[in-house]
């Protein structure tokens, strides 16, 4: 597995794209910090591109890299190599370089800019944490997806709608849920459905690192009183990783079943 995924890792790492999605965030950190002179700001304002961007790119690279390695996938199916080691290599190959990408895109200008010597230190750590984890998320249920449709333009198509429901649709309709029970107490509902989508916790918990909870309102307050504590924050990144294992169980299932 690890010679697979060092294979894919560097393969994906001379790719121009990766280069791209590195020079993009690069180019994003610098910017910023030169319209903003305050590095909280920076992050809010890069916790806005990061929650819908990251996932979106993670769902792309993960389908386009299936479907364009499967001749070279099918070469190693005949190789005496388990099954599970090949695809979780070249996931894991996939969801590193996007994340190192990510990490040293952005990592660059704010350490030049004194990021060591600020106390956003903490909340700019939170957000690339956050953000390798939605790496991690996305990557999987990517491959999920490309696995079970052998139909190029279905998987694209598929993986796209899957972005769109956790990062748009999701919102609306738990809003509106809200919104129409509003007379009864939602509390534990608002807080299990935060939890149930990825980029929902990971939003909620970069606010309340910024601690503008306020601009929340009582769902703040709620927020703020689970997620604020030490045992809230360990079961936000216990929920994290759970959505990370599960769609990588379901890789190893998935791959151990299929008919190539």
Do not use: C, H
Not at 28 to 53: C, E, P, Q, R, W
Not at 122 to 136: A, K, N, Q, V, Y
Not at 184 to 195: A, E, F, I, Q, R
């Amino acid at each position: 597995m690890l010679k697979i995924l060092k294979y894919s890792f560097f393969d994906l790492m001379r790719s121009r794209w990766s280069y791209v999605y590195f020079a993009f965030y690069l180019l994003l950190g610098v910017v910023l910090l030169f319209l903003n002179n305050d590095l909280s700001k920076a992050v809010i304002t890069l916790m806005n591109v990061i929650i819908v961007l990251v996932p979106l790119i993670g769902t792309i690279f993960g389908v386009m890299y299936y479907y364009n390695s499967k001749e070279f996938t099918e070469l190693l199916l005949a190789q005496p190599l388990k099954r599970s080691s090949i695809f979780l290599g070249q996931y894991l190959g996939v969801a590193l370089s996007l994340s190192i990408s990510l990490i040293l895109g952005l990592g660059i200008p704010f350490v030049f800019y004194g990021l060591f010597e600020s106390s956003a230190i903490w909340d700019f750590s939170l957000l690339l944490i956050t953000g390798t984890f939605l790496t991690l998320i996305f990557t999987a249920l990517a491959f999920n997806i490309a696995l079970s449709n052998e139909n190029k333009i279905k998987g694209f198509g598929y993986a796209i709608l899957l972005w769109l429901f956790l990062a748009i649709i999701y919102d609306g309709l738990f809003l509106m849920t809200l919104i129409m029970f509003e007379d009864y107490p939602l509390d534990k509902l608002s807080l299990v459905g935060t939890m149930l989508n990825p980029i929902d916790l990971s939003r909620t918990l970069i606010l309340l690192k910024l601690d503008i909870s306020a601009l929340l309102g009582y769902t703040g307050a709620v927020f703020k009183q689970f997620f604020g504590t030490s045992f809230g924050l360990i079961v936000s990144f216990v929920m994290l990783t759970v959505w990370v294992v599960l769609p990588v169980f379901r890789i190893i299932f998935k791959s151990r079943k299929k008919d190539f």
